[in-house]
């Protein structure tokens, strides 16, 4: 289990962008992925990218407005937000896994590194 740490959460206003990331000290995990929660709801799982060759899957409540990205050199994971609404509002988390994940299925029981989380608000 390796603490990896997320930055670069704020405020955004609908329509606008940003990005957050997330450093996972110098480990490369076989799989990344980034979740959300929302208060008073379970963690959702948003968007995950393989370490080779980098396939990327994002759930339908971000497709298309959201890219997840990596940089295997500076062992950091981004993901780039853009079209945000205000239901983007909450705490996003970065995980990290050195096994096996489902292409396609976005399940928090497959990570088990996890960071501490930035905070993401969105208004209207």
């Known amino acids: 289990q390796v603490n990896l740490a997320e930055s670069g959460g704020g405020s955004g206003q609908a329509g606008g962008s940003l990005r957050i990331s997330c450093s996972t000290s110098?480990?490369?995990?076989?799989?990344m992925g980034w979740f959300r929660k929302e208060p008073g709801k379970e963690r959702e799982g948003i968007a995950t990218i393989s370490a080779h060759p980098g396939n990327e899957y994002y759930a339908d409540s971000v497709k298309g407005r959201f890219t997840v990205s990596q940089d295997n050199i500076e062992h950091t994971l981004y993901l780039q937000m853009n079209n945000l609404k205000p239901e983007d509002t909450g705490m996003y988390y970065c995980?990290?896994?050195?096994?096996?994940?489902?292409?396609?299925?976005?399940?928090?029981?497959?990570?088990?590194?996890w960071g501490q989380g930035t905070q993401v608000a969105v208004s209207s």
């Open positions: 995980a990290g896994t050195w096994g096996y994940v489902e292409p396609g299925v976005i399940r928090t029981s497959d990570f088990d590194s």
């Open positions: 110098g480990h490369q995990f076989s799989y």
